[in-house]
């Protein structure tokens, strides 16, 4: 655990601020998405199964 964020600390100094700013757009964008997908009731979900 601690490696892996040794290792993101690494990658947010050594790559350039737009990648970083892009890389955290998508994660909160996932993030929004899984929140809403969450408080959704069963009976709310359009599945397929």
Do not use: E
Request: with cysteine.
């Amino acid at each position: 655990m601690v490696v892996g964020l040794v290792g993101c600390l690494v990658l947010v100094f050594a790559l350039p601020l737009s990648s970083v700013l892009a890389g955290a757009l998508v994660l909160a964008i996932g993030a929004a998405f899984y929140l809403l997908r969450a408080a959704q009731t069963p009976a709310d979900r359009v599945d397929n199964q």
